[in-house]
């Protein structure tokens, strides 16, 4: 079945450091991908997405491009901030609930 | 305002003791989910519904039971079967249009 693996955490940056969390997926056909942020006590606030192929989605400086050749869609950020601490889940899409992987926890110092 | 309400955010129950907990929505979606998240743990889904008046078990469904009446409401019983229901509950909607999934912000039940 569909599965996500995603790199374990914690990782711990300092501010301005460019930041790669690895994301890959199992997946029949072609589904849409995500990746989504928590931020201690709150839900899940979806932060990008692709729908296909080749796709790059991107908000508030966070990239991640849809590798169909390498099944994967891994997260960056050039430079990142105190403020962009927090828990980062990639998620599979498709016709049935969303697939996420474990979560990755990134803390970022000043 | 519009979006998805999780009330109460913090709950505390007896063992025991079922606990209903709410997730209302007005934002016209199709679908709505919960999931389980355990500290420093990933998100397990326990029920999902598509349409109103059907609903299907997640990975994770035993001691729990949810009800989808109507489309904005998709409340979850926590029953004193589920051995260990500390745990933060989210919520979660979709359209029927895209599989994008939106998030509740979540209810923090402890069980003393």
């Known amino acids: 079945g569909n599965s996500v693996t995603q790199m374990e955490g914690p990782v711990t940056l300092s501010e301005e450091a460019f930041l790669t969390i690895n994301c890959t997926y199992t997946a029949t056909g072609y589904p849409s991908l995500f990746w989504y942020v928590q931020y201690p006590g709150e839900g899940l606030q979806l932060l990008l997405k692709?729908?296909?192929?080749?796709d790059k989605g991107s908000n508030k400086g966070f990239e991640a491009t849809y590798r169909k050749e390498t099944t994967s869609f891994h997260l960056e950020k050039g430079s990142v901030q105190v403020s962009d601490s927090a828990v980062y889940f990639c998620?599979?899409?498709?016709?049935?609930?969303?697939?996420f992987g474990k979560g990755t926890r990134l803390s970022v110092i000043a | 305002d519009g979006g998805i309400t999780q009330s109460p955010k913090y709950l505390f129950r007896k063992e025991g003791q079922n606990v209903t907990l709410s997730c209302e929505q007005n934002?016209?979606?199709?679908?709505m989910y919960w999931y389980r998240q355990d500290p420093g743990q990933g998100l397990r889904l326990i029920y999902y519904?598509?349409?109103?008046?059907?609903?299907q078990k997640g990975d994770i469904a035993e001691g729990y039971s949810v009800s989808r009446e109507k489309k904005e409401s998709f409340p979850l019983t926590v029953t004193s079967a589920q051995k260990n229901p500390t745990a933060f509950y989210l919520c979660a909607t979709r359209t029927g249009v895209t599989d994008t999934q939106y998030f509740g912000p979540g209810t923090r039940l402890t069980v003393l």
């Open positions: 998620a599979l899409g498709g016709n049935t609930p969303l697939v």
């Open positions: 519904s598509q349409i109103v008046n059907d609903f």
């Open positions: 934002l016209n979606h199709d679908a």
């Open positions: 692709a729908t296909k192929a080749d």
